[in-house]
Nanobody, 115 residues
């Protein structure tokens, strides 16, 4: 199964910012929605934010007001702007894309928030 391509993770201090990107290969088309998930050490994977082709968004309560999800439909690329990062945001972040028949995942990118 082909994967989405993620980038933008890294190490930042509390209060800092990062911008994650997720690109769908050209072989994937008719994407109806894309989203970001994260998995912290010792915890279950959780939904962070989702965006539809029409631009509707949904955020986890823990990130609302700090994170912004966006999408460039022409490029099949999704972004997650993360501001005011805190240590509890430390996790591997995965992007996800839905079509009518398939679900695609990225390889994951590490985000570490530490002083």
């Amino acid at each position: 199964q082909v994967q989405l391509v993620e980038s933008g993770g890294g190490l930042v201090q509390p209060g800092g910012s990062l911008r994650l990107s997720c690109a769908a290969p050209g072989s994937i088309f008719s994407i109806s929605a894309m989203g970001w998930y994260r998995q912290a050490p010792g915890k279950q994977r959780e939904s962070v934010a989702v965006i539809t082709t029409g631009g509707s968004t949904n955020y986890a309560d823990s990130v609302r007001g700090r994170f912004t999800i966006s999408r460039d439909n022409a490029k099949n690329t999704m972004y997650l702007q993360m501001n005011s990062l805190q240590p509890e945001d430390t996790a591997v972040y995965y992007c996800k894309a839905w079509t009518l028949t398939r679900v695609y995942w990225g390889q994951g990118t590490q985000v570490t928030v530490s002083s």
